[in-house]
């Protein structure tokens, strides 16, 4: 029996083949995404879970709105695994290796929750509160005129966000902050923890999250508070770019 309410956040899945621009280090397999689905279960999207909190245990979310996604929508869709967030930037929507609007209006009338990544993969950190509110507004504006269904939730790209990012967020009309601060969900409505799917993890390790007592996601939380002190010392310019020196 589940302990304690999590979200898991997932990027592309699936092989990241050359060109493509998803980070391979958070690809995770279609295999292990199915087996992932069949021991969890049932998951809700945010969107879902903050209008019905008790019924949520695993609630499942997608960042950058990779092709990948597709697929994975219209698998949990035939299979009856329930609902899924996807936070996607209007910018990207239908360029290579992303879906498109047509597709992200299929799995919308499937019943996934479409929502706001920002309208540009950019560190909304970076940006002044007019800049973060215009790529908030414009995306929130662009996806509801294209699919025709309400967006509440923004998903900061890479998780930065400031004090600046929350005012900028109210202005434009959003009622929910998805982050990367791994940890469990209580059904706040601010502010969502998400557990990070890596290319390494096991089924094992992201189903443990979902116990109250999980060394997993402890170690998520102390990895993350760790990295967040480099990356405020740093900057993101140059953590990304160790980053990349240091994984590839």
Request: glycine fraction near 8%; include cysteine; hydrophobic fraction near 40%.
């Amino acid at each position: 029996m589940s302990d304690v309410s999590v979200a898991y956040m997932f990027h592309a899945i699936g092989d990241v083949m050359p060109g493509d621009i998803a980070d391979k280090h958070y690809a995770f397999s279609e295999s292990k995404f199915r087996d992932f689905l069949a021991v969890v279960g049932y998951v809700s999207s945010i969107r879902d879970a903050l209008q019905n909190p008790s019924h949520a245990k695993a609630l499942c979310t997608f960042d950058d709105g990779h092709i990948s996604n597709y697929a994975a929508a219209l698998y949990m869709k035939e299979h009856g695994y329930g609902s899924a967030d996807f936070f996607v930037n209007p910018s990207t929507v239908g360029q290579k290796n992303f879906m498109d609007w047509a597709q992200l209006k299929e799995i919308s009338a499937a019943g996934m929750s479409i929502q706001s990544h920002a309208y540009e993969h950019v560190y909304l950190s970076d940006l002044t509160e007019n800049e973060q509110y215009e790529q908030l507004y414009r995306s929130k504006s662009a996806i509801e005129e294209k699919l025709g269904s309400e967006v509440t939730i923004i998903a900061p790209p890479g998780g930065r966000f400031n004090a600046a990012t929350k005012i900028a967020a109210q202005r434009a009309g959003y009622k929910t902050l998805a982050g990367s601060v791994p940890g469990s969900w209580s059904g706040e409505t601010a502010y969502v923890r998400r557990i990070p799917v890596m290319q390494g993890n096991t089924v094992e390790q992201l189903a443990s999250c979902l116990k109250s007592l999980s060394p997993h996601r402890f170690r998520l939380q102390a990895k993350y508070y760790s990295t967040y002190t480099v990356k405020k010392m740093l900057g993101n310019g140059v953590y990304d770019a160790l980053r990349q020196r240091v994984l590839g």
